[in-house]
Structure formats: C-alpha cells, structure tokens
C-alpha cells in the first residue's frame, strides 16, 4: 500500500509541473556499471568539472553523450522491424516537448552448479518487469520500473538468503515452491530542476557513493528506499553540495492485534555530501550520514529537530556522545590522469572519534585505441567496536562483508560494438574468523538491443571458501535487460 501511495505522489507532483519548459532532459544515468565503457572514457578524458562522486548521475550535468539506453532517437533509414529488435525502445514518442519510452524488463537464466557443494535442483532466474521513462519539457523526468522474480540459487546464495529474507538487493522473499523464492521490487524517481544550479529528486530505488567496485559509505548493494535527494551546485560548478533524506528499514515486525502484519522497523537518515574541483581533473568529496531509529518495538521514536538541518557535520557533532554508532563519516576523492587513468579512494569512519578508518584506495585504465577498461581496488574494513544502524532489509548500506575484512577487486572489461567480455575477481579475507573466499566470474555477452541493453549472455563463476574447502562452479546461460547492479562475489 505504502509503495502505491509513494507512485501516486510522484504522478501528483508530476502534474503540477506540466506546463514547465527548460533546458536539458532531467534522466538519472542507469547505476549499471558494465555497458558504459564508452560513456566512462569520455567522462575522463573530459576537461569540464566533474562531480560524479555520488550517483546516480544527473544527465544534464554531464557534457558528454549518454549512455544509448537514455537516448529518445528514431532510426528512419531503418525498418520498424529492425529499429524496434535491434536499436530503439519498444515503444518511443518524441514531439519536443514531451518523450517518452516503455521497454520490457526480463532475465530468463539457466544454470548448473558443479561445485562439491552444488545441491540436486535446476538453477534458474525468471524475472519480468517493465521500465518506463519520461521527459516532460527540459526542466522534468519521470522513470518507473517493476520487476517480478522467481529463482531458484546457488547453495552459497541460497544459504545467506534464507538468513537474511531477502535477495542480495531484490526485496523481501517468499518461498517458491521447495527450494526457490519468490521476490519483487518497484522503484521510481521524478526529477525537477528549476534551474541549472538546482535540481530535486523523489525516489524509491538507490545510491552510491564513490567511483569504484565497493562503496565504503553507501552502496547500492541492499534493496530500493525511499528518499528526497536536493542537488546543487556553485561557484561555475566547481563545488556540488547535496543533502538526501531517507528511509530504511529493518524486517522485524511491531507486534499488532490486528489480523494484518505488523508494521517494520524504520529508522531515517539524513546524508550530506560536499564534492569540490579543486582542478578538472581532481575532486575531494566529504560525507556524512546519520541514522535516527523512527519507529521501533516501544513505538514511534520522536526525530530531532538537528535531522532536517542541511548543514553537514551537525548531527554528527549533536549525536557524538550517544554512543549509538549512527554517524558514519568519510572522505572520497578522484583524480584523472593522462585522459586515461582514474585513481580514486575512500576513508570511511563510524562517528568522528573512531580510532581507526576503512581504507579504499583503487585505479581504473582505459585504453586509448581500444574499449578496454582494466580496474584493481583494495578495501579494507576497520574493527568496530559496536554494531551499526547502517543496514536496510538485513543487507548492508556499504560492503557485502563483515568489519576487521580486506578484499583485493580486480577485473578487465572489453566492450566493442556489440560484443562485452567481462572478467573480474576477488579475494576477500575476514581477518576475525580466519576465513578466506576467492570468487572469479567470466561472462560474455552480446548485446542484441543498445537502447535496452538486451543481451544474450553466458559465462562461468567460480567460488571457494578456502577454510571449509567449499567450492561452486557455475555455469549459466541467458537473455536478460541489464540496468541494475547486482553482486555476487562474496
């Protein structure tokens, strides 16, 4: 119910701002990292200032081209049959004024675990849903999406689902049938900027912070939220300042005694990010975000008036002494080298006392005649003395690993025309337990629609966990529209 209340907000809002004409298309760059390869380069070789620190992008801060899939163009010198398969959204309607695009989402996977630990099931993915996308004059974007899924995981996978209820990133599941689940997720987001330097934004979906694999800060690795993001820039766009207010939740249900269910633990959080350019080819962003519990098993939690103040490092400062680990405090920074080498970290503490940071510190290279991109990224997480409120839906707002970790990313990705390769691995080892686990993943792909990004697909993964000798291969096959991240290494 909540979720429909939340679309039918955005469709009001979406209304009162019919009329309004403006600059440039207020879209979100998809957070998918695999098929930008082309839009990255640009971006680094490009000699604007840059704020691309947290995500999603805004299109209309950017010089350079989009990505294909945010494009609205009709393709006349070919056949309908032809532009709609191969190049075009489904359905697309562009007078000016107002564009439009509706395309299916789906991945239809089969696969086969070999692996000592592979359990006697088909592993299969069957997801279907749709993405919906619209420009109203230059100064409003609206996008929407649903997705229905149905799956059956590998035994690592299924394992930590069943602890967590919920879908590495997907939602809340249900049991399907005797060994699979059953999940769903909506977002939407509408986009308004009543100038060049502003711009506001009503969502449900995700964030990231950062320009690598990981995010020590926020991460898009847990479900879709709830939030109010407000974006602005200054100074001829060398300082973007942005303040987000959220809400997350926790699957443990307040006792009721009615016969619905319960309601969940919410807690809210105010985010702040400062990105400055101290030159085009570097940026120092500093971040802060605070956890406030708003409703829990006593009742609705009373927020504090310091939670709407847009003035960073106040609620950290307000909420120093509570020792209720809900401030989390940190800097990330990017410099681009050469037009072709991006080096790029994070320092990430929780509350401004803590003893010592997690450490991100990665590269990215693109290779200047071909559409190669190699990246390598060290993380390494701190010991925290308390656990943390940064969690939604029993997944991490940051890494997909526990405190007291280091993990070793690497991985090359090759993307010409319409064939991607993608080879990435990991080592992880949580320095607690004394446990170790190395995850490759080879996937190829072939990109049969660009505005979509449908796209057969096939490849192998790889998993070991070195202290139990536990150990999967993967081999899967599909077709599937890739717009959203989803993490499996670790």
Not at 182 to 206: C, E, T
Not at 339 to 359: R, V
Request: hydrophobic content about 35%; proline content about 3%.
């Amino acid at each position: 119910m909540k979720r429909h209340k939340t679309h039918a907000l955005l469709c009001l809002v979406f209304l009162i701002f019919l009329g309004t004409k403006g600059f440039s298309q207020q879209q979100n760059i998809s957070l998918q990292n695999s098929f930008q390869i082309k839009f990255e380069k640009a971006l680094i070789a490009d000699s604007n200032f840059q704020h691309i620190g947290f995500q999603p992008i805004l299109q209309s801060r950017v010089k350079s081209d989009p990505p294909e899939n945010l494009k609205f163009n009709k393709l006349d010198e070919k056949s309908r049959l032809s532009r709609k398969l191969f190049h075009e959204h489904l359905i697309l309607y562009d007078s000016g004024d107002i564009s439009m695009s509706l395309d299916p989402l789906f991945n239809f996977e089969f696969a086969e675990d070999r692996g000592e630990s592979a359990r006697d099931v088909n592993h299969y993915v069957n997801m279907r849903g749709f993405l919906f996308r619209l420009n109203l004059g230059k100064k409003i974007s609206v996008e929407s999406t649903f997705r229905e899924n149905q799956s059956i995981m590998p035994t690592y996978l299924h394992l930590r689902t069943r602890k967590t209820r919920s879908a590495y990133g997907q939602g809340r599941v249900k049991a399907f049938n005797k060994d699979g689940f059953d999940y769903a997720m909506a977002s939407s987001v509408l986009s308004y900027s009543p100038s060049q330097r502003f711009n506001i934004q009503a969502g449900h979906g995700k964030l990231f912070v950062g320009y690598g694999h990981r995010s020590l800060l926020l991460s898009d690795l847990s479900f879709n939220y709830p939030y109010l993001k407000l974006n602005s820039t200054w100074f001829n766009e060398r300082l973007q300042y942005q303040n987000t207010y959220s809400i997350y939740q926790n699957l443990v249900r307040l006792q009721t005694n009615a016969e619905s269910e319960g309601l969940l633990e919410r807690k809210q959080a105010a985010t702040h990010y400062l990105d400055y350019a101290i030159h085009q080819n570097v940026n120092i962003g500093i971040f802060e975000s605070v956890i406030f519990p708003s409703l829990d098993t006593s009742g609705n939690v009373s927020i504090p008036v310091n939670y709407w103040v847009p003035i960073m490092f106040v609620n950290s400062i307000v909420e120093k002494d509570k020792n209720t680990n809900n401030s989390l405090v940190g800097i990330n920074y990017n410099v681009k080298l050469f037009k072709s080498l991006q080096i790029y970290g994070q320092l990430a503490s929780y509350g401004l006392s803590s003893e010592k940071p997690s450490i991100q510190i990665g590269s990215k290279y693109y290779f200047k005649q071909q559409p190669i991109r190699l990246q390598v990224e060290y993380n390494s997480i701190a010991k925290n003395k308390l656990p943390t409120l940064f969690t939604h839906y029993n997944e991490s707002l940051t890494v997909p690993y526990g405190q007291n970790t280091d993990e070793l990313y690497a991985s090359i990705v090759f993307h010409k025309k319409r064939w991607l390769t993608k080879i990435e691995g990991n080592r992880i080892m949580d320095n607690q337990y004394k446990t170790e686990v190395n995850y490759v993943d080879f996937q190829q792909s072939f990109i049969i629609n660009q505005a979509s990004n449908l796209a057969i697909k096939g490849g192998i993964r790889y998993r070991l966990e070195v202290l139990t000798k536990t150990e999967m291969e993967f081999i899967y096959f599909g077709l599937s529209t890739n717009l959203q991240n989803l993490y499996f290494n670790y």
